[in-house]
């Protein structure tokens, strides 16, 4: 058996099936634990036995059928394994009702689960996605997962969607994201009542292959599948090309090789909880960026893609958030409120045993035990806080860089393989032709693969070189991707500067902005009809130093608010995770520059980021550089 997983077969880990965690006997152990604790640091000198390193636990959602997870995961499964030991990796099954429950509870520490789901999983608990699953089928990791609607390849009378009107249909459920939310929210934009269009809506539960048995049977009309599941099962032969018709089908939707009847949204997301711990979720995230490319379809791990189309399927569909109150805060973080309530029996117990001394000492005996016990639970919370969210300080933010920074040479390889095809096609091709078309798509290629690289090295810790950029070119690329992943009307305006070469990293300066960016959005969203949200970028040389302010019209901060605006780990929002300025002035330190804030006369806040120019042999370099890849 294979050391850190629970189960496992020869070659390949084994999906085990839910394991059922008992709640009362999980609390009376550590009720025991902490007790016996007290008692032996109590009455005795002794150093405390350290207890082993607690399991992972891995939640996977199994939306194909057991032999199918298998394939599609256990190269996953053995990468985190191995990433984790020598703690022991529990392997957990779950449909998407039970997930979502387990999720409330902190029933696991890593979850894999369609991006749907994962995203409504994480609007409602702490936690983060880390990475997105793609592959060869989807060129954009974007538009990797849909459904699609199919019937039995002999109905003749089935041929378009609306055909299907007072039909029997059958699903997993409601709670699946393929294969209900996805296609209900594609018939709510067209104007449909997915829950009175059909005749019956039937629900078959999961494995998804379900209601290709349903379909198949005559049980039902129609269903709705998730996108590749009938490529995969005609390639494994458990399908028989012709039985089943995607009806619908929509085509050219950004090179995806999969039939699908909706929109496309992102693949497969791998999140983890604050429970997993921020050295652990470092070595899964290097270890599933490290692997190839597996199976006929090619699926490998990449960088979390943005979320903002799954929270607006979830706003059309009524699938917000639950409203976080004082049950939902007790639900959240009722360790806390246990262990407090342990400690307070302890203290209870203990000044029954010395009621005999006098009041005065009493009294200023508790008084000083509950000041210490105040401040170390202070302490033990920021140290908690600072290390969950130390893992995940910047990957939000570089799902977006790393998209944008990658569109270029994408495009370059795209334009001269569709310039090939077009001369082969046309019998026109010369060698000379085909040799510096192929020499540019490598080029592009080892460009492509460096921007990776750059990404990879931020996210292992890895110190960034520093390298001679345009400021201004910088902030305007920043800028764009802020406009295309922002909904709030907010208008951004960048006036003329000029040119500044500084040293630094590429992902960090966009970082950066992008950190300030967010911020002013923030604080105009609460801007009354009279004063339209409004954010200005301004660069300008003093001395050897660039400066570039960022400048909202948000509300005037309080003068605590502001006190606390650069300090990590703490948000002037009561929403927020308190890393967004933190990181900001980390990493402009990093490069040798500084932050200051400061409050408007009027309203709004203006930030100015310093950074030092480049030495004047660096700027020489750079023109130089730019000239010969203009040449």
């Known amino acids: 058996m294979r050391k850190g997983i629970t189960e496992t077969v020869p070659g390949r880990a084994r999906i085990v099936p839910l394991i059922s965690l008992s709640f009362p006997f999980t609390m009376i152990r550590k009720l025991c634990a902490a007790v016996l604790c007290v008692a032996v640091i109590g009455t005795s000198g002794a150093d405390p036995v350290l207890p082993k390193a607690p399991p992972v636990r891995l939640a996977v959602v199994n939306s194909y059928g057991e032999a199918l997870s298998v394939r599609y995961f256990s190269a996953t499964v ?59 089928r989807a060129k954009d990791p974007n538009h990797a997962n849909g459904a699609a609607v199919v019937v ?25 994201f393929a294969g209900w939310q996805v296609p209900a929210g594609d018939m709510i934009r067209q104007g449909l009542d997915p829950e009175h269009y059909f005749g019956s809506v039937t629900e078959v539960g999961m494995p998804m292959t379900n209601v290709l048995d349903a379909v198949k049977s005559g049980k039902a009309d129609g269903g709705f599948v998730i996108t590749c599941l009938l490529e995969e099962l005609e390639s494994e032969g458990k399908v028989k090309p012709g039985d089943f018709r995607v009806i619908g089908e929509r085509k050219g939707d950004s090179g995806f090789r999969c039939r699908h009847s909706t929109m496309l949204y992102p693949g497969w ?43 607006d399927l979830f706003t059309l569909m009524n699938l917000e958030p639950e409203p976080r109150g004082i049950r939902w ?25 010395i009621t005999g001394m006098t009041r005065k000492r009493t009294v200023a005996l508790m008084k000083s035990e509950e000041d210490r016990l105040r401040a170390e639970l202070e302490l033990k919370k920021q140290s908690e806080k600072i290390g969950s969210l130390e893992k995940v300080r910047a990957v939000g933010l570089i799902s977006s860089m790393l ?18 095809e077009m001369r082969l096609s046309r019998g026109t091709m010369k060698e000379e032709a085909l040799r ?34 345009d400021l201004t070119s910088e902030v ?119 932050i200051k804030f400061e409050r408007r006369s009027e309203r709004g806040l203006t930030v100015t980021v310093t950074v030092p120019l480049c030495p004047e042999d660096k700027v020489k370099a750079y023109w130089s550089e730019q000239k010969t890849k203009n040449a």
């Open 78 to 136: 053995d990468a985190i394994a191995r990433a984790v030991e020598p703690r022991q990796l529990l392997i957990h099954e779950y449909d998407p009702p039970s997930f979502l429950k387990a999720a409330k509870t902190n029933a696991f520490d890593i979850s894999i689960a369609s991006s749907g789901l994962s995203s409504l999983m994480l609007e409602r608990t702490n936690g983060s996605a880390l990475l997105t699953l793609t592959s060869f």
């Open 152 to 176: 039995r390849g002999d109905r003749t009378d089935l041929q378009t969607k609306g055909d299907l009107a007072g039909k029997d249909l059958a699903i997993v459920g409601r709670q699946a």
């Open 269 to 311: 997301f791998l999140s983890v909880k604050p429970s997993l711990g921020s050295a652990d979720a470092r070595r899964v995230l290097k270890a599933l960026l490290d692997l190839p490319p597996s199976g006929r379809s090619g699926l490998y791990w990449t960088v979390a893609s943005d979320r903002k189309t799954m929270r």
């Open 329 to 353: 805060a007790l639900r959240e973080y009722w360790q806390y409120v246990f262990g407090a309530a342990i400690l307070l029996v302890i203290l209870i117990l203990y000044s029954s045993v």
């Open 403 to 420: 998209a944008h920074e990658l569109k270029q040479p994408l495009a370059v390889i795209m334009n001269y393989a569709q310039g090939l």
């Open 436 to 469: 510096h078309s192929l020499s540019e798509i490598e080029k592009a290629g080892e460009e492509a693969d460096a921007i990776v690289d750059r990404v990879r090295n931020f996210v292992k810790g890895k110190e960034s070189a520093h390298v001679p950029l």
């Open 476 to 594: 305007n690329r920043t800028v764009e991707t802020f406009r295309r992943h922002t909904d709030s009307p907010i208008t951004v305006t960048v006036p003329w500067s000029p040119t500044l070469i500084v040293c630094g990293d590429p992902v960090e300066l966009g970082i950066i902005f992008m950190n300030l960016l967010r911020n002013a959005e923030t604080a105009t969203s609460k801007n009354d009809p009279g004063h339209p949200p409004r954010i200005t970028i301004t660069m300008r040389r003093e001395g050897e130093r660039a400066v570039a302010e960022v400048a909202d019209n948000g509300p005037r901060l309080t003068d605590e608010a502001f006190s606390r605006l650069s300090e990590l780990g703490k948000s002037t929002r009561k929403e927020g995770l308190g890393l967004g300025l933190g990181i900001t002035k980390e990493l402009a330190e990093g490069l040798g520059g500084s």
